[in-house]
């Protein structure tokens, strides 16, 4: 049954109201007074609230105004005995579902109500079909509408049921882990465990013993046989995440497994036979860990059957409003706060070298520190949000005009020429990723 709270300092009012909506079925309080209201409003949690505009101690708009601040969800019916077209705009403005004048009859009101409960179903229906295709589609948890993550969020949907290694670049904070726990949710073996291993995070003595577990005596400290991850997750999946920071001769040994799928214990001869998915993850360019003797290319090539690649938030600018409503809702934060238009148009100036992780503490931080429900573009003041600088080289543009292609080769064959034709170097001067580098040789055809 649907609860109605009715908030009206005139006792004849109230009771002939509360009558009337009882008799079509609504469970209804009274509350005589603002304050009164806003304590019920917190204890029974009405499906929609009834405030007249004349209260004995709040002003009915501004009551409005705090429960639409403290409650956004909550429809907020006004009524009045002298209402006027500002005040009724100005209601609407501050967030009432409706304006009532009075005298109004029982039907009206009745209306109304029903009117803020079908919103109400509707908008908990949107959200539920939201969470449902989430769930029916795999992205549940990211939130993306460009195209670029968009497609590889098809990618690995397709990649999720299958044994492939899955091998998972990008920079930090752009959600690595987040999709390879989306992949393994949409494999035949999401009811397995996943286990993640930062092997960063480990010493570099107890990393082998972590991973592949150890026999009581192998090593100081090794009072009883441990299994390592490789067995605790079997038949899941296991995230090795930073794998770029394993020592060579630890690779060696996980490239073994991978091809033998069996492990060997530390101290021990004795081989067990894994069944476990791997999917790994790196935030550097393997092409220059290799070269630089600090990768296996075998192992490289084992681990990115499948590759994907997140890309960081700047090349994703169009996901900013969408993640910014996203984790105001998923971080729980009471009184509907809000980013003004201006704020996030502010915000998606800003380069994000801490990625969607950055966007996320300074969403929450925001939210703690400002005190008023809008966060308007001058509170972003506060906190240590930089625009991107423009390049320090623009080139003279001729009255005859000048090719953009041109000068975009001139620039790309210039650091090629001071990078040593180095492609890793030559795109961390152009500040691109490599591989959109990779792309403008084949598009322009320029040979090294």
């Known amino acids: 049954m649907n609860q ?19 008799t079509y079925g609504f469970s209804v309080l009274t509350a005589a007074s603002g304050n009164e209201g806003l304590e019920k ?27 639409k601040s403290d409650f956004p969800d909550l429809p907020v019916i006004i009524i009045t005995a002298f ?55 795999g992205t549940s948890g990211i939130v993306s509408v460009n195209s670029a993550v968009r497609e590889l969020l098809e990618t690995a949907k397709l990649a999720a ?43 570099e003595s107890l990393i082998e013993s972590e991973l592949f577990g150890h026999v009581k005596g192998a090593f100081t400290g090794a009072v009883k046989d ?17 794998i770029t920071e394993l020592k060579i001769d630890l690779q060696a040994k996980l490239l073994r497994t991978l091809q033998e799928s069996e492990i060997t214990r530390v101290g021990s ?58 984790f105001l809702r998923t971080l729980d934060f009471p009184g509907g706060v809000k980013f003004s238009d201006e704020a996030i148009s502010e915000l998606m100036v800003y380069g994000w070298p ?20 809008i966060i308007n573009k001058e509170d972003l003041r506060l906190f240590p949000i930089k625009k991107q600088e423009a390049p320090s080289y623009i080139p003279e543009i001729p009255d005859e005009g000048i090719s953009l292609e041109e000068v975009e080769k001139s620039l790309i064959k210039k650091a090629l020429e001071k990078a040593g034709n180095n492609q890793t170097k030559a795109a961390k001067l152009l500040k691109i990723p490599r591989h959109v580098l990779i792309y403008r040789l084949d598009k322009y055809k320029i040979q090294i």
């Open 354 to 373: 801490g990625n969607i992780r950055e966007l996320k503490n300074t969403v929450e931080r925001c939210v703690i520190l400002c005190k008023n429900s």
């Open 226 to 242: 441990r299994k390592g991850k490789f067995i605790a997750a079997s038949g899941g999946t296991l995230f090795l995440d930073e």
């Open 269 to 326: 001869e004795l081989t067990e036979k894994i069944d476990v998915r791997i999917i790994s993850a790196a935030n550097v360019d393997f092409s220059e860990a290799i070269q630089n003797g600090l990768f296996r290319d075998d192992l490289y090539y084992r681990l990115g059957v499948i590759p994907l690649h997140l890309p960081p938030l700047r090349e994703r600018k169009d996901d900013i409003p969408g993640l910014i409503e996203h």
């Open 161 to 203: 049921d299958s044994n492939a290694s899955i091998l998972i670049t990008g920079e930090s904070g752009t959600g690595k882990e987040l999709l390879a726990r989306v992949i393994h949710d949409n494999s035949r073996r999401s009811k397995r465990p996943m286990l993640a291993v930062n092997c960063a995070s480990i010493p």
């Open 83 to 137: 209402g006027t077209i500002e005040m009724a705009v100005k209601a609407m403005n501050q967030g009432a579902f409706h304006f009532i004048t009075k005298p109004f009859d029982r039907d009206s009101l009745r209306q109304s109500v029903m009117k803020a409960l079908e919103h109400i179903n509707l908008k908990s229906d949107n959200i539920t079909l939201s969470e449902e295709i989430n769930r029916i589609t």
């Open 4 to 22: 109605i709270l009715l908030i009206d300092d005139d006792d004849n009012l109230r009771k002939v109201a509360a009558y009337n909506l009882e």
């Open 41 to 67: 409003i917190k204890i029974s949690k009405p499906d929609v609230v009834i405030s007249d505009v004349k209260l004995g101690d709040i002003d009915g708009l501004s009551l409005l105004e705090i429960i």
